[in-house]
C-alpha cells in the first residue's frame, strides 16, 4: 500500500492523559499536513513540514500539541493534558514538493478519531 | 464571515439526477479551487481541482471557477448511489502553502 497511514485509526482517553499519533505519508512526498476536523467541519490546519522542517503552525493551535518529523519521514502528533474539547478525527495528508500552488494535490490519510472521556 | 462558505446540506437526490454542488469565497487572492470527496470516516480524496477561471470536465463531474463573483461549482451528472458522500471545496492562493476548506457538503443519491 503506498497510500498515506495513520496510527492508531481510534483512540480512547481519559481527560487529563496526554496521546501520540503517527502518520506515514507517500514515500516520495516531501510536505506532510496534519488536520483537525469535527463533525460537519472540513479539516482546520494545524502545521506542516517540509522534509523536517516544521515551517507553519496554526494560530489556534495550543501549547499542548506538538509535531515532530524528525527524519523528514514519518510524523507524530502529541497532544498533552487532552480535554474533552479535543475531541475529533486527526487527519494528516501529503503531498510532493513544488510550487506553492502545487499543494493542491493533497493525499489524505485515513484519520485517527481520538475520543477524549 | 468565514473565507469559505459552503452549504452542509444535506442534499437528497434521486439516482440519475444532475447534482450542482457551490461554494463561495471571499479572499480574492485564492486561485486553486479544489473539490474532494470525503466517505463517512474516511480521509478526504481530491477529485478535481481548477486553476483561475473556467471549467474543468473530468467523466461525470464538471468544476466551474467564476472569480469574478467568487463563486465555484461542482456539478454531477447521472448521480449514482455510490457518490453518496459529504464533498468538500478548498482554495488556497497562488503563495500558499495552506488550502482552506469549506465544511463540506453532504449528498445523499437514493435508488
Known amino acids: 500500500d503506498t497510500g498515506v497511514s495513520q496510527n492508531p485509526r481510534h483512540k480512547i482517553t481519559k481527560r487529563g492523559q496526554n496521546v501520540t499519533f503517527r502518520c506515514d505519508p507517500i514515500?516520495?512526498?516531501?510536505?506532510l499536513y496534519w488536520y483537525r476536523q469535527t463533525l460537519g467541519q472540513g479539516p482546520e490546519f494545524l502545521t506542516y513540514f517540509q522534509n523536517e522542517a516544521q515551517l507553519e503552525k496554526s494560530r489556534l493551535l495550543s501549547d499542548r500539541f506538538s509535531a515532530e518529523r524528525p527524519k523528514g519521514s514519518f510524523s507524530t502528533l502529541e497532544i498533552q493534558r487532552t480535554e474533552q474539547g479535543d475531541s475529533a478525527m486527526y487527519l494528516c495528508?501529503?503531498?510532493?514538493?513544488?510550487?506553492?500552488?502545487?499543494?493542491?494535490?493533497?493525499?489524505f490519510g485515513p484519520g485517527t478519531r481520538l475520543t477524549v472521556t | 464571515q468565514k473565507e469559505v462558505e459552503q452549504d452542509p446540506g444535506p442534499l437528497s437526490v434521486p439516482e440519475g439526477a444532475i447534482v450542482s454542488l457551490n461554494c463561495t469565497y471571499s479572499?480574492?487572492?485564492?486561485?486553486?479551487f479544489m473539490w474532494y470527496r470525503q466517505y463517512s470516516r474516511k480521509g478526504p480524496e481530491l477529485l478535481m481541482y481548477t486553476y483561475s477561471s473556467g471549467n474543468k470536465e473530468d467523466g461525470r463531474f464538471t468544476a466551474q471557477v467564476d472569480k469574478s463573483s467568487k463563486y465555484i461549482s461542482l456539478f454531477i451528472r447521472d448521480s449514482q448511489p455510490s457518490d453518496s458522500a459529504t464533498y468538500l471545496c478548498a482554495m488556497l492562493s497562488g503563495g500558499s502553502y495552506i488550502p482552506t476548506f469549506g465544511r463540506g457538503t453532504s449528498l445523499i443519491v437514493h435508488p
Open positions: 514515500s516520495e512526498h516531501n510536505r
Open positions: 495528508a501529503s503531498t510532493g514538493l513544488g510550487l506553492a500552488g502545487s499543494s493542491y494535490e493533497q493525499y
Open positions: 479572499n480574492s487572492a485564492f486561485q486553486y
